[in-house]
T-cell receptor, first 115, second 110 residues
């Protein structure tokens, strides 16, 4: 979806280095999500946020951190504590509907590799 | 938490035939089930979704069925075309979070 922008497209991390992946959306969506995708596998939830200044851990939050200072932005930091960071990282967003869960729409992803 | 299993992991079909992918889920509270298509190196794209108050939903050549009692749902693609070749993921929403299946690689051969 053109409304969700992830950058950079490719990122290389050195040992002991923290790196930050950017995710911006102009869809006015309340909720934002970060997923990790390993080759041949499904998507695993790292963190999600339903409102500014609040976020919750997903299934694999260890070694990652996030912030949600603005509705439009949800950056993900991969810290040096994440020992196996090589993966495809996907950001998604959705509205929060009164009538139930709403579809999540994804950005183009960031491919992170270890140098 | 929710656990979603997806079968088969790979599916090869002749162009024009039908393809069926099946998923099971564990959390009876799950009430929203989307399906995503992902082409190599690209973003997952929503192709169809179904809520727990509906048993079946159709959109042109794609249909999804849901059996709440058995806790399984399926994706049906009819009259497959080469552009249907991709990885398909099912997902179940549990307490506001999506749990994804491992994916099915669909290959449509001319």
């Amino acid at each position: 979806d053109g409304g969700i922008t992830q950058s950079p497209k490719y990122l290389f991390r050195k040992e002991g280095q923290n790196v930050t992946l950017s995710c911006e959306q102009n869809l006015n969506h309340d909720a934002m999500y970060w997923y990790r995708q390993d080759p041949g596998q499904g998507l695993r939830l790292i963190y999600y946020s339903q409102i500014v200044n609040d976020f919750q851990k997903g299934d694999i939050a260890e070694g990652y951190s996030v912030s949600r200072e603005k509705k439009e932005s949800f950056p993900l930091t991969v810290t040096s504590a994440q020992k196996n960071p090589t993966a495809f990282y996907l950001c998604a967003s959705s509205i929060l509907g009164d009538s139930g869960n709403q579809p999540q729409h994804f950005g183009d992803g960031t491919r992170l590799s270890i140098l | 938490g929710e656990n979603v299993e997806q079968h088969p992991s790979t599916l090869s079909v002749q162009e024009g035939d039908s393809a069926v992918i099946k998923c099971t889920y564990s959390d009876s509270a799950s009430n929203y089930f989307p399906w995503y298509k992902q082409e190599l190196g690209k973003r997952p794209q929503l192709i169809i979704d179904i809520r727990s108050n509906v048993g079946e939903k159709k959109d042109q050549r794609i249909a999804v069925t849901l059996n709440k009692t058995a806790k399984h749902f399926s994706l049906h693609i009819t009259e497959t075309q080469p552009e249907d070749s991709a990885v398909y993921f099912c997902a179940a929403d549990s307490w506001g979070k999506l749990q994804f299946g491992a994916g099915t690689q669909v290959v449509v051969t001319p």
